[in-house]
């Protein structure tokens, strides 16, 4: 069974940082693009970074690009998003989710999320 | 990376069939076939529905279909059930090698 399960969301003040981490089971993780998705409360999903199965190639969405760094291990089956200078309106449950292929096409299987909640 | 536009809300009843339209560019879905949908209930994370424009993943109801003309991709669910009620996003690869989401759609079935 496919699992991707995120963790590292907190509470933090703008213009700190934070790391989120993504853990994936049951399927060979250097076939496929991984990305991360967010959804501010009460909001629609707004897709924040993928990374192909390689590292080769590397997207953000202009929200977050210079800020946020995506990076990925594949000996550990791990996903990573680094968030820097973070702002208010980063406030989201940040997912974690698996490609259908090996670069940007779909979002296959989801994890549950974690919360990143930015106030002073 | 201006979002895909949808309807804010559609509705119908039980047995009918609804479509859910997603309007983009020539810059995404008008120049590419990696159109997909989500189903997401509230509290839940997001389910893939459809792929590619109209590829259903193992597991989903043959009620669902998708297609795309021009910059317009749509959603199809026939034999609407309670069960359907729920938001909807397309999503679409992009000129820039991005992927973008549509502002979300709510189904009521009534």
């Known amino acids: 069974e496919v699992q991707v399960v995120e963790s590292g969301g907190g509470f933090v003040q703008p213009g700190r940082s934070l790391r989120l981490s993504c853990v994936a089971s049951g399927f060979t993780f250097d076939d496929y693009a991984m990305h991360w998705v967010r959804q501010a409360p009460g909001k629609g999903l707004e897709w924040v970074s993928g990374?192909?199965?390689?590292?080769?190639?590397?997207g953000y969405a202009d929200s977050v690009k210079g800020r946020f760094t995506i990076s990925r291990d594949n000996a550990k089956n791990s996903l990573y998003l680094q968030m820097d200078s973070l702002r208010l309106d980063d406030t989201a449950l940040y997912y974690c989710a698996k490609d259908g292929s090996n670069w940007n096409e779909y979002f296959h299987h989801w994890g549950q999320g974690t919360l990143v909640t930015v106030s002073s | 990376q201006s979002a895909l536009t949808q309807p804010a809300s559609v509705s119908g009843s039980p047995g009918q069939s609804i479509t859910i339209s997603c309007t983009g560019t020539s810059s995404d879905v008008g120049r590419y076939n990696y159109v997909s949908w989500y189903q997401q209930h509230p509290g839940e994370a997001p389910k893939l529905m459809i792929y590619d424009v109209s590829n259903r993943p193992s597991g989903v109801s043959a009620r669902f279909s998708g297609s795309k003309s021009g910059n317009t991709a749509s959603l199809t669910i026939s034999g609407l059930q309670a069960k359907d009620e729920a938001d909807y996003y397309c999503s679409s690869y992009t000129f820039s090698s991005t992927l973008v989401f549509g502002g979300g759609t709510k189904l009521t079935v009534l």
């Open positions: 990374i192909s199965w390689n590292s080769g190639k590397i």
